[in-house]
């Protein structure tokens, strides 16, 4: 994991100057309460988390067998948090027959 954060460091160094940091560059929504000072004030400088979350993707589709994900020995799912802590959701869908809709289908052919 700690090598993971290492890469992840080097591709976007959160120190490192963006523009999108540069928040007097940029206008607040327009129907900000308080306006743009309000809006500046709780704006995070998070160019980095959004760069990263490119590079990452934000969805996974993993095969899942018999109730089991089908990954490598080696492999595993995460949840990486990029701009935070904050509070957050997450969705998963589920697609797919389950056994019984399966061995139905194979009798009906």
Not at 37 to 48: F, G, L, R, S, V
Not at 73 to 80: D, G, H, I
Request: proline share 7%.
């Amino acid at each position: 994991m700690m090598c993971l954060l290492q890469f992840l460091r080097k591709l976007a160094p959160p120190s490192d100057p963006y523009l999108h940091n540069d928040l007097h560059l940029r206008e607040a929504p327009a129907d900000w309460p308080g306006g743009w000072e309000a809006w500046a004030a709780q704006e995070p400088e998070n160019a980095h988390s959004h760069l990263l979350s490119m590079v990452l993707g934000n969805s996974e589709t993993v095969p899942v067998s018999k109730g089991q994900l089908c990954i490598g020995t080696w492999q595993s799912v995460m949840l990486v948090e990029l701009d935070g802590p904050r509070k957050r959701t997450v969705g998963i869908q589920v697609v797919g027959t389950t056994q019984q809709q399966q061995q139905q289908q194979q009798q009906q052919q």
